[in-house]
């Protein structure tokens, strides 16, 4: 499966991007923006991304408390294609100035994002790349 947070080479450096230059996503949308809202709408969940969002990806990520983040795959029990970890995850920034989740999947590949509740049950991950519109499942486990 593909990772949940794909983007151009040119957004491999997100994580040194001052808050004002990221992109904000379409209102009206209400931004995350303090730590604990953020570890609490991520922390033992997992955030769905259905390619009729982004026709690149098909994701499923579990973010366990401590960092974890897992692809959660066809589940922990399967044969072929079983539940394995595929990075980390943070969040970082200042409350009230600019909450930030950063996701490293190893290599090199760190990318940063603010996250905005759409309000219909779905959050948006905004950076310089596409907007990333994802479902967070409650309780972890497939989407």
Not at 105 to 112: D, L, P
């Amino acid at each position: 499966m593909r990772s949940l947070i794909l983007a151009t080479a040119a957004g491999a450096l997100l994580a040194s991007v001052p808050a004002a230059s990221m992109a904000a996503c379409a209102a009206p949308s209400v931004r995350v923006n303090t730590k604990a809202a953020m570890s609490a709408l991520l922390t033992g969940n997992t955030a769905c991304v259905p390619p009729v969002t982004q026709p690149t990806m098909d994701a499923q990520e579990e973010h366990l408390a401590g960092g974890l983040l897992f692809d959660f795959k066809r589940g922990p029990v399967d044969p072929v294609d079983p539940r394995k970890q595929i990075g980390t995850w943070s969040v970082s920034g200042a409350d009230g100035r600019g909450v930030f989740v950063t996701y490293d999947y190893g290599g090199g590949k760190i990318f940063t994002y603010s996250v905005w509740d759409n309000g219909d049950g779905t959050h948006s991950l905004c950076s310089a790349n596409p907007e990333i519109k994802a479902r967070i499942k409650s309780g972890g486990g497939g989407c």
